[in-house]
């Protein structure tokens, strides 16, 4: 027997971010989370899974993987495999489509794209609600990139209703500037740094409490598509998480020099009657979530500062494509 699928995921920017878990192994969150798709950022996978493979085999950018990404990917394979009751090894070629100077994250569009070609390939025909239960267990991140625009990713009560709902295609004036600071790998991954956060900082139970107040809000100005009030609470949430960091022990902290001028430039824009709003995740590249029609004048802005090559115009991106 033979098998394969190929697929196509977009990045996701969350406005409301999750940071922590409340199940390791299941990936289930503390909090609700929501965050924007963006097209310029996408993953494209095909998985084959066929007997004449003697184990699995995980190609990234054209680069055969070693033990530990491959094993990563294999596990997440393995629940495919059992689901279907296939005792087949696979072979992944995967391509991160990042603009030149990328060095972003990639888990969310990697492992959705990963999850819907394996959705094709072993013949589970997961709906894309299931779809994104399943993108969960391989990254938290991953299971918003199953959809497009506007999409909230429920913490649920199990593992069964941990999932993705699309609320809005933001097909509207939104998009977003990336300012990348640099490309160098994190010190600390995003899986540790939010272990280390739930575990040791004093400020975590505050976290929790008030990104689940900020996501209420926010679907609110979503709803209305009022600007201004979703940048602010995107804006406060995102400094939130960083703070719960800083109470770590040892303390984390992502930022660089340059992020915090970006932050003063996005004040500044903002003094001066553009409304655009900050966020950061876990590396010092800043997101500036802004009207499109605004993103050009913005990055004039920041040209006068930064490299051109260092900032990324991004639109509102689309959910998973099968290829
Ligand atoms: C700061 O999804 O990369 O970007 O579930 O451990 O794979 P794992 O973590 P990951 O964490 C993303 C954290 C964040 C915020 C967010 O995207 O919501």
Known sequence: MKGSGKARAHANIALIKYWGKRDESLVLPMNSSL???????????????????????????????????TERVSKF???????KNLDLPARVESINYLPTAAGLA???????????AANVASGLNLDKRELSIYARQGSGSATRSIYGG???????????????????DASWDVGMVIVVINKREK?????????????????????VESAEEDLKEIKIAIKNRDFERMGLIAER????????????????????????????????LRREGIPCYFTMDAGPNVKILCRLSESHKIRDRLIEVFDPNQIIIAKPGPGITIL
């Open 237 to 268: 949430n995102g400094l939130k998480m960083h703070a719960s960091m800083l109470g770590a022990n040892p303390p984390l902290s992502y930022w660089e020099p340059e992020s915090l001028v970006v932050m003063q430039m996005v004040h500044q």
């Open 106 to 116: 990639s888990s969310a569009s990697g492992f959705a794209a990963l999850a819907a």
């Open 150 to 168: 506007f999409v909230e990713w429920r913490k649920g009560s199990s593992h069964e209703d941990s999932y993705a709902v699309p609320i809005d």
């Open 187 to 207: 010190k600390v991954s995003s899986r540790a740094g939010m272990k280390r956060t739930v575990e040791t900082s004093p400020f975590y139970k505050v976290w």
């Open 35 to 69: 965050s924007l798709t963006i097209d310029c950022f996408y993953s494209e996978t095909e998985v084959v899974f066929s007997g004449d493979f003697d184990r699995d085999y995980f190609y990234l950018n054209g680069k055969l993987q070693e033990k530990d990404a």
């Open 77 to 83: 394979l393995d629940l495919f495999r059992k689901a």
